[in-house]
């Protein structure tokens, strides 16, 4: 059985603004973009009720599906802390971070730690920050890989 990886999905809020945002900020592209039928969104996901936006947006090999739900009306927001059962967070490289922390603040996205340098792993002596998106909840962390 071959097994590969397809997209991370994430729920957001403002469906034109997270696509703007990981369109300007972080180089996806859309490439598709349609309203569900009720009837399998609501069988797939359990969620009675359920009416949902679905973009599609790549980055090289990377896929991200965002997901606007119009209903049903009692939509919970859920903002885990990093360690919280069930958080999760999306990353990205970046080749300049400090350009890359002031085009994110000016979005805008919130700092949620600090910004450290990498002192283990693959990714050793390169630069990491955990930002939030605001509407979201979604943590996004920047890395800026070592150079070689």
Known sequence: MNVTFNHTGITVKD??????????????????????????????????????????????????????????????????????LGSLHVAMNVDDMDTALERALAWPLEIVGTEVQIDDGPNKGGRIIYMRSPEEGLIIEMIQLPES
Do not use: H, K
Not at 37 to 59: F, L
Not at 76 to 84: F, S
């Open 15 to 84: 469906l034109d603004r997270s696509e703007a945002m990981f369109r300007d900020l972080f180089g996806f592209e859309t490439f598709s973009r349609a309203p569900r039928d009720p009837a399998i969104i609501s069988a797939v996901t359990g969620v009675r009720g359920a009416e949902v936006e679905v973009i599609y947006m790549r980055n090289g090999p990377a896929r991200l599906e965002l997901l606007c739900y119009s209903a049903p009306g009692d939509v919970a927001r859920y903002v885990p802390r990093p360690c919280d």
